[in-house]
């Protein structure tokens, strides 16, 4: 069983950046792909962004793309969101997810069905 617990959500004003962190205590991610996904008020979970395992690739969300950056550091069982020029409808529970695989990220990895771990969540609000 693989723990994870994101964290960094919190209040910001839209324009703003936050640094979602996602960490694996004690847990090797060296062969898990990571995603973070979001679930906003009366909508369904959507992934964001997701990192491969092993070869480093990537995949965002075209709502996205440009806006947030997806990283990785297996050393400290941590994956990274960093996320900026936030805006009212990037407001969200975000979770961290993680898969067992070393396939080359893509659209059919990076998907809420595909994860076999979750996180708890964190809310992440933009408004002024």
């Known amino acids: 069983q693989v723990q994870l617990v994101e964290s960094g959500g919190g209040l910001v004003q839209p324009g703003g950046s936050l640094r979602l962190s996602c960490a694996a205590p004690?847990?090797?991610?060296?062969?898990?792909?990571i995603g973070w996904f979001r679930q906003a008020p009366g909508k369904e979970r959507e992934g964001v962004s997701c990192?491969?395992?092993?070869?480093?690739?990537?995949y965002y969300a075209d709502s996205v793309k440009g806006q947030f950056t997806i990283s990785r550091d297996n050393a400290k069982h941590t994956a990274y969101l960093q996320m900026n020029s936030l805006k009212p409808e990037d407001t969200a529970v975000y979770y961290c997810?993680?898969?067992?695989?070393?396939?080359?990220?893509?659209?059919?990895?990076?998907?809420?069905?595909?994860?076999?771990?979750w996180g708890k969540g964190t809310l992440v609000t933009v408004s002024s």
């Open positions: 990192i491969s395992s092993r070869d480093g690739t990537t």
């Open positions: 004690g847990f090797s991610l060296d062969y898990y792909a």
């Open positions: 997810a993680t898969k067992f695989t070393i396939a080359t990220m893509s659209p059919r990895v990076c998907v809420t069905y595909g994860m076999d771990y």
